[in-house]
């Protein structure tokens, strides 16, 4: 209930700006169709509707697409420097970068995995990275891993090109990451 006011918006939003009336992307491993008339996000892939949550994502891309996405900035940048980021972060901490350290932490290497399994590639930085695509190739993510030692616990990260604040906004941004973050 908590999403519906949201979701009607977009969708209000959504068909203000789209001519055609379904489109079709893909986010993370599925493939979605997004049906104006009907109002629905379909999960291609699983054959189900998508969530919610989900949905508000799709059509808020959908919206800035339309509109035009930025180029890929090839500049990353951490959560601390989104709008509010600095305050929200030890939220964003314990939902998103504590899940990643705990899923990979003891294995650093099965990060890799996610080469096979989405559309991402590995990335030369900290002991194990990839850069994930998560909506269509337009808002790439970097995972970090550094491994443990003796002394200091593993630990991951998660940045973003700052290109992604020119098409969401921090909330929507926090909500993609713990997407990330619990389907990786």
Known sequence: MEYEVALNNAWERLAQVMEERTHSLRFLGDDYEVNVDK?????????????????????????????????????????????????????????????????????????????ERFRAKKAELADVSVVLDTIEESTPFLITLWRGDEEFGPEANLLFDKSITDIFGTEDIVVLSEVVAHSI
């Open 39 to 115: 109002k629905t996000v379909f999960s291609v892939s699983c054959n189900v509707p998508a969530k919610v949550y989900t949905s508000i994502l799709i059509l808020h891309y959908l919206i800035r697409k339309i509109k035009g996405l930025p180029s890929i900035k090839g500049e990353w940048i951490s959560f601390k420097e989104l709008v509010g980021g600095e305050g929200y972060y030890p939220n964003f901490k314990k939902r998103v970068i504590n899940t990643i350290t705990r899923k990979y932490g003891k294995n650093p290497e099965a990060l890799l995995t996610l080469v």
